[in-house]
């Protein structure tokens, strides 16, 4: 395989191919692609010179609802006696809490400048389904100072006795929430906002559901009973199932205020939306609509992406290929760069062991797997059928996933071709000069594979990688 490639790519001239940067996490590529390649790219939107006078003005302006200090004083205790807890992200989203610059410290000062002690103010860090943080990972989360001064503990969905039962979810199951969110006098929820692949746009609610409630309510909101319906999908938030479970679920919790960012694509304060649950959370979603949103006027033979922040793994990294989906054409060729430097670069033992099912079933068995009558839930089985919905576009060996951090063995039990077989020797001096090669090589290719049918391929980059979502100019989705 590894030949055949090197041998097809051979076949095509760089001469008058142009440069243009790739992000890969912690690097950047500067990546060869062919004179016709379009580059297809967010809007730009205007960066918030003073975050922190950003987030003073919209804590002292929030949107939909009173002020904090009107919430705390209209609460049926004094301020000294009353708890608080803040929810926060786990690791896999950029949001800028810590620093003089970062969200957290503008708000734990409002709350005990109003009379909240810091001991009585508990920050939870809304893992979902995802694994615990580590020491490192709580430093770069919240900042060593926040740590120092502030009781942290991870949501944790499996443990029973630190979760409450708050009723039945629209759907008819049972849900349970964590017990130190739900049991706090004061309940505030922290995120970003960005286009999700399931519930249409991260934040808001989804900090409570999926972020702090069971694993069965996280299964049902991961089901493909919700996840196959066509308005789970970016941007969409009406009829959307994975959005409705949710937001009734975080009303039922009861959330007093949020506080949620947009950034840019080089992970830059673009918006703070302060205030109510679901008036902030709507604010910051029309602004992302407005910026992520990327018309295209036709798919794509051959799509180039990355894996961006979020492409921490190859679990996350599924964001990025599902969201260039509308680019590319019925059987085209996808090239994606990631930099999967998380201390498991693939994902946990059960993300791991699903993947390598869908290899061995493909894209229309795995899903008949996970939906008979007598398959048992398993962990993390969601992100496989999400890169089914890649693989029923084009063929799993039309699709090169290029990093540095998984070695061959390993990569041999996921699907798709794995970059190093797009690479002349293994050995290579630095991450960014491997994946260059890995990219170029592939990209001449899917060039050299088109041609020889007679074709001349047409080309796309996705320059934002999974934050850009492309869709067809032509094809107006009512609920975006």
Avoid at 102 to 120: F, K, Q, T
Avoid at 146 to 169: M, N, Q, W
Avoid at 315 to 322: F, P, S
Wanted: aromatic share 8%; glycine share 8%; charged share 25%.
């Amino acid at each position: 395989m590894q030949s055949d490639i090197h041998k097809t790519a051979q076949e095509i001239d760089l001469t008058d191919w142009k440069e243009i940067p790739v992000d890969y996490g912690r690097y950047r590529l500067d990546v060869r692609v062919p004179p016709n390649c379009v580059i297809l790219g967010m809007k730009e939107v205007p960066l918030i010179s003073d975050p922190r006078a950003a987030y003073e003005e919209s804590l002292s302006h929030p949107i939909g609802c009173p002020s904090l200090a009107e919430i705390i004083r209209h609460k049926k205790k004094p301020a000294a006696e009353l708890t608080a807890a803040v929810t926060v992200s786990d690791i896999t989203r950029p949001v800028p809490y810590s620093g003089e610059n970062g969200l957290l410290r503008p708000l734990l000062d409002r709350l005990e400048a109003e009379g909240i002690s810091r001991g009585n103010i508990t920050i939870v860090i809304g893992n979902g389904m995802h694994r615990p943080s580590t020491p490192t990972e709580r430093i770069e989360i919240l900042g060593e100072e926040i740590l120092r001064d502030y009781p942290v503990i991870d949501h944790d969905c499996e443990a029973l006795p630190s979760l409450t039962f708050i009723g039945k979810s629209p759907t008819g199951g049972d849900v349970f929430v964590n017990s130190a969110f739900f049991q706090a006098d004061l309940r505030i929820a922290t995120g970003l906002v960005e286009s999700h692949f399931m519930a249409g746009l991260s934040g808001g609610r989804k900090a409570i559901c999926p972020g702090l409630v069971d694993k069965r309510t996280i299964e049902k909101f991961h089901s493909p009973a919700f996840l196959e319906s066509p308005f789970a999908q970016n941007l969409i938030l009406r009829q959307n199932p994975c959005h409705e479970e949710s937001l009734a679920i975080a009303r039922t919790v009861g959330v007093d205020f949020i506080v949620n960012t947009t950034l840019d694509r080089d992970m830059r304060l673009t918006g703070v939306f302060a205030g109510d649950l679901e008036a902030a959370h709507e604010a910051a979603g029309d602004l992302i609509r407005e910026t992520v949103s990327v018309p295209v006027e036709r798919e794509y033979d051959i799509i180039l992406t990355h894996g961006g922040y979020v492409g921490r793994n190859h679990y996350q990294t599924v964001k990025a290929a599902h969201n260039a989906l509308p680019a590319i054409a019925k059987g085209g060729i996808m090239i994606l760069a990631t930099d999967n430097r998380d201390e498991e670069p693939i994902g946990g033992p059960e993300y791991k062991s699903l993947l390598h099912m869908l290899k061995i079933q493909g894209a229309d068995r795995y899903l008949k797997m996970i939906e008979a009558p007598g398959w048992r839930f398993t962990k993390d089985q969601w992100e496989p059928e999400m890169w089914a919905k890649v693989f029923r576009k084009i063929d799993e060996e039309r699709f090169f996933y290029c990093t540095h951090t998984i070695p061959r063995e390993t990569y041999d039990l996921l699907p798709g071709r794995c970059g190093l077989d797009c690479m002349a020797g293994e050995d290579c001096s630095s991450p960014v000069q491997a994946v260059r090669e890995m990219v170029e090589t592939a990209l001449r290719f899917a060039v050299a594979d088109y041609r020889k049918k007679g074709v001349e391929p047409t080309v796309a980059f996705i320059r934002e990688g999974p934050y850009a979502i492309p869709y067809l100019a032509t094809e107006k989705a009512t609920a975006r």
